[in-house]
């Protein structure tokens, strides 16, 4: 700073005055109140050159200082005068530079105005050229909806056109081309709002800036007076620019908002993102329409068909829902023609209640069937069996007795039931499995045969048996029905040979056929994972034949049939129509209820079990994910209330997971349950453990044991494994455990009550009601409930109840006692006292 203070003063004159200077300068400010010195200094200089510039140095403290530092030659009065004169100067001078500093302040404020309307002129600049654009693009549209009328019309009647303004340029969009039209139209209305814009700016505008601003004015009232072709001039080229970036814009955005309707394929399962994807919308604007059903889900969830198609919908696109994926189109579905059709063998489900005799009637018709001789008569358990009728018709049996396997492989879509025989014990009635028999065979629309059993106990009564089936709309032919019924006695063998008559009879009427001359297909009606043989499959050939060696899909599991094992536990080349086999060569266990069938090539097996697993796989993701608000409140609510007893199974078979799966889901309330973490075939393994350790499940095994490392682990986490080889010991047990779950219920017993004579006022003990029991007993230790005209307006204990003077435990009816609340004064006369207890009952599911 002082470097600079040093310049000035030096550059511009005096030396000597240099020390004042820069005082002063210091004093009052920056640099130019340096300079105002100087020109101070130029004004003395006239009177006294040198010197002057010497006592001209400012500061009152300076002038102080002057005196006595230069008496040489000055007389006192001149030096007076001079004094005076530098006072003056002096004052002036402090005065001057106020004013310049007031100036300077105003340049400075100026200088920030300008900078401010600079910008705001950028601003209105930017803004007008938006308005330019969107004037363009509104122009240009207008040409050219004007062209095409032209084209329409030979004439164009003004009072079309929908602004006067733009109406010359419709003209001249009809007469001459589109692009000359749109220059005019921009252009025309372009300066005209530029000028109006630009109005109040150059009111504010300041003097420096004021050329610039004014020529720029006179431009725009030049350009006003000439309807806006002044500023053409200036800007065409820009304007042109201008005008092709708007219309590309302009076309751009209309393309967007044109909404594109598109057809979406739709899988039965789809991911959000792709569901996004396919329909060219963004993925969070899917996820919130699906927000707004309720559904919380994130990109990478899958959502299920319905789902997905009410977001399509509310797109505005359509679904099309892709049922079957292309690879499973290689699947044979062509229709058999009626001469190739043979007739076939009836499929044949027992169905009935508990204990009436339905194993036991299984294994006398096959036993009765079985060749004389024949090794012993060891029969394979398949799953089904073929027995031959009396009248040499062919029957096939499934062996899975119970409604789980029909149901269950009926709720998978394979109806493999052409008859149902429904057995009743002829000693025993119509019982709830019956009436649930009787209901699966209606909805699956099977006829039914009746089969009355144990007809050989002396307590057998078939014709109640009969009468009570009427009830339930099964009207027999002993009683002029359509239903046949046959007596029998699966223990001595009675009416076997009939029922498999009636059974055969029957199937005459149902008319079954098959072409035996195509690709099998076929349901798996059981499988398991065999130790030595790997999984098998027991398959009812529905259609076709199957032969070794072929390729098949089952489920979502492939294979190549390596062997054919028929019921007998004989090797088979083929099976044809409604013969059950044991298939191996598969890839993975099936389950029941899965379709099998033949495909040409390894690869379009492969292929649709992949792509099946894959479904399956999205399905449950699907299934899992996308927990609606609704289910979320619901299992918040449940979880406080309903207490679960998870369990892990495992058995031997299919048939027999599912059978106990579906009667463990039977047991429970609205307050207990069983919940099946999992059910499979086979050995109880390591994982089953683990599972079953993580939720604190028991392990249970129907038929199947745990293998070693099981045992270990089992033993090791303290996971409890119980055996069964009776599905009902198994349902009991887990059922008594679950009651085990239930909360004790409370029961009240009232046992007495007491009326108030008298009330007495005792000190230290408060009310004390002088009561007379009139109904059983009064308790010390039992509640109490203080009624007023049968209304209760107390509960609560006993503080005291004596028996004359002495607290006493019991005071029996008809005797008087005297009794005081705890915590409760207000008794009355005319009250009754009613006595509970309450006792804690365990209750039973
Ligand atoms: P499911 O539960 O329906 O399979 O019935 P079962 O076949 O296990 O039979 C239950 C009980 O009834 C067994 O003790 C059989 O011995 C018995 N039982 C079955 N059929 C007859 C029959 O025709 N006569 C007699 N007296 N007992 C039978």
């Given at each position: 700073?002082?470097d600079?203070d040093?310049?000035k003063?030096?550059g511009?004159g ?9 005082k002063?300068?210091f004093?009052?400010?920056?640099t ?5 010195e ?5 004004v003395v200089?006239p009177g006294?050159t ?5 006592s001209?140095?400012g500061?009152p403290s300076?002038?102080g200082?002057?005196?006595s530092?230069?008496?040489?030659g000055?007389s006192d009065a001149?030096?007076?005068r001079r004094?005076?004169a ?7 001078e402090?005065?001057e530079a106020?004013q310049?500093e007031?100036d300077e302040k ?15 002129k ?6 007008r050229?938006?308005a330019?654009r969107?004037k363009?693009?509104?122009?240009e549209?207008r040409a050219r909806e004007a062209?095409?009328r ?5 004439e164009?009647?003004?009072p079309k ?9 419709d003209r ?10 749109e220059?005019k ?8 709002k ?6 109040p700016?150059?009111d504010r505008?300041s003097r420096?800036k004021n050329?610039?601003?004014?020529r720029r004015t006179g431009?725009l009232s030049?350009s006003?007076?000439?309807?806006g072709?002044g ?7 820009a304007m042109k620019?201008?005008?092709?970036k ?6 751009g955005?209309?393309?967007r ?5 598109r057809?979406v ?5 789809i ?11 963004r993925?969070?604007?899917?996820i919130?329409?699906?927000m ?6 994130t990109?990478n969830?899958?959502?299920?068909a319905d789902?997905?198609e009410?977001v399509i919908?509310?797109?505005g696109h359509r679904?099309v829902?892709?049922?079957d ?7 044979d579905?062509?229709?058999?023609k009626p001469?190739d059709?043979?007739?076939?063998a009836p499929?044949i489900t027992?169905?009935?209640?508990v204990?009436?005799?339905?194993t ?6 096959r036993h ?5 001789g024949?090794?012993?008569?060891i029969?394979q358990?398949?799953?089904?069996y073929?027995v031959?009728a009396?009248n040499?018709a062919?029957?096939t049996?499934?062996?899975t ?5 029909f149901t269950?492989?009926r709720?998978r879509?394979a109806?493999v ?7 009743v ?5 119509v019982m709830?499995?019956?009436?649930e028999?009787?209901?699966?065979a209606k909805a699956?629309?099977v006829?039914?045969?009746?089969a009355i ?10 014709q ?6 009427l009830?339930?709309?099964?009207v027999?032919e002993?009683?002029?029905?359509d239903?046949?019924?046959v ?14 008559e ?10 079954l056929?098959a072409?035996p ?5 076929g ?5 398991k994972l065999?130790v030595?043989r ?6 009812l050939v529905q ?8 390729i098949?899909?089952v489920g ?5 049939v390596?062997?054919?094992i028929?019921?007998q536990?004989?090797r088979?080349?083929?099976a044809?129509?409604?013969?059950p086999?044991?298939?191996l060569g598969?890839n993975g ?7 099998l069938?033949?495909v ?5 097996a492969?292929?649709?079990a992949?792509y099946r ?5 999205d399905k449950?993701?699907?299934?899992g994910?996308?927990i609606?608000l609704?289910q ?11 207490a679960e007893?998870?369990v ?5 078979v299919?048939?027999s997971?599912e059978?106990i799966v579906q009667a ?6 609205d307050e207990?349950r ?5 059910y ?5 393994t ?8 993580a939720?604190?499940?028991?392990v249970?095994?129907f038929?199947v044991?745990a ?8 033993n ?5 494994i119980?055996?069964?080889s009776i ?7 887990i059922?008594?455990a679950a009651s ?5 219920e ?8 007491a ?5 007495f ?7 004390v009601a002088?009561?007379?029991v009139?109904e059983g007993?009064a ?5 109490v409930?203080?009624l007023?005209d049968?209304v209760?307006?107390?509960e609560g204990?006993?503080?005291t109840?004596?028996?004359?003077k ?5 005071v029996?009816?008809g005797?008087e006692c005297?009794?005081?609340f ?5 008794i009355?006369k005319?009250?009754?006292?009613e006595?509970?207890e309450?006792e804690?009952v365990q209750?039973?599911?």
């Open positions: 700073m002082s600079t040093g310049k003063p030096l511009l005096g030396g000597s005055g240099r020390s004042g200077q820069v002063q300068s004093s009052h400010g920056r130019h109140n340096v300079a105002v100087i020109k101070r200094k130029r200089v006294k040198g010197a002057a510039g010497g001209r140095s500061s300076a002038v200082g002057d005196p530092k230069r008496p040489a000055i001149e030096m007076e004094m005076a530098l006072r003056a100067a002096k004052a002036r402090v005065e106020a310049r007031a105003a340049r400075e404020e100026e200088r920030e105005r300008r900078r401010l309307e600079a910008e705001a950028e601003r209105e600049d930017r803004e050229e938006e330019l969107l363009a693009e509104e122009d549209r062209e095409l032209a084209q329409k019309k030979a164009v009647t003004k056109a929908p602004e006067a303004r733009p109406a010359p340029a001249a969009a009809a007469e001459a081309a589109a692009s000359r039209a220059t139209g921009v252009s025309a209305a372009a300066p005209r530029t000028e109006r814009d630009r109005a700016t150059d505008d420096k050329s610039d601003d004014s431009k030049l006003q007076a000439m309807d072709e500023g053409r001039q200036r800007s065409l080229a620019r201008k005008q092709e708007a219309r590309q814009k302009a076309m955005g209309s393309q908002q044109e909404k594109q309707v057809d394929q739709l899988p039965e399962t991911l959000v993102s792709e569901l996004a994807n396919r329909m060219a919308e993925t969070p604007d899917v919130k329409s699906l707004r059903m309720g559904l919380m889900v990109g969830q899958g959502i299920d789902t997905a009410l919908d509310e797109f679904a829902r892709v049922s994926a292309d690879v499973e189109q290689v699947i579905q062509v229709e058999d001469e059709l043979k007739p076939r499929i027992i169905m009935g209640h204990d009436h005799g339905k036991s009637l299984l294994d006398a018709i009765a069937n079985v060749v004389a024949e090794a012993g008569g029969t358990h398949i799953g089904a073929q031959k009396s040499g062919l029957l049996f499934l062996d007795p119970g409604h789980a396997a269950s492989m709720a879509g109806q039931t052409d008859i149902v025989v429904l057995v014990a002829a000693d025993d009635a709830p499995q019956t009436v028999a009787i209901n699966h699956a629309k006829p039914m045969i009746v059993n144990k007809v050989d106990k002396p307590s057998a009564d078939p109640k048996v009969r009468t009570a089936l009830q339930h709309e099964v027999v002993a009683m002029s029905g239903v046949q019924d007596e029998v006695s699966a223990k001595t063998g009675q009416g076997l040979d009939q029922l498999l009636a059974i055969a009879l029957q199937a005459e009427i149902l008319e056929k072409n001359d195509r690709p099998a297909q349901a798996v009606i059981e499988a065999d030595g790997g999984p098998v499959a027991t398959v259609n076709g034949t199957l032969k070794r060696g072929d098949f899909v979502e599991q492939w294979g190549k390596r062997a054919l028929n019921d536990g004989e088979v080349d083929q044809g129509p409604s013969v086999v044991e298939v598969l266990t099936p389950e029941a209820g899965d379709v069938n033949v040409e090539t390894e690869a379009q492969r292929e649709i992949d697993e894959q479904a399956a796989k449950r993701a699907a299934a994910a996308a609606t609704d979320m409140l619901a299992k918040a609510k449940a979880d406080e209330s309903v007893l998870p892990v199974v495992k058995a031997d299919q048939g997971a059978a463990l889901e039977k047991i429970g309330n207990v069983v919940r099946v973490l999992h499979g075939v086979g050995a109880i390591e994982s089953d453990i683990g599972l079953a350790e939720s604190q499940a028991p249970i095994g038929n044991r293998n070693a490392p099981a045992r270990n682990a089992a090791q986490k303290g996971v409890e119980r055996y069964y599905i009902y010991d198994l349902v009991d047990d059922k008594a085990g779950l239930l909360s004790a409370v029961r009240e017993n009232f046992i007495g009550y009326e108030i004579r008298e009330v006022r005792v000190t230290g003990v408060g009310n002088g009561c007379l009139t007993v308790r010390r230790s039992a509640g409930r203080l007023r049968n209760v307006i107390h204990t006993l503080k109840l004596k028996r004359f002495d607290e006493v435990k019991e029996q009816s005797q005297g009794m005081a705890e915590n409760y004064d207000d009355r005319g009250d009754v006292i006595i509970f309450r804690e209750r039973q599911l």
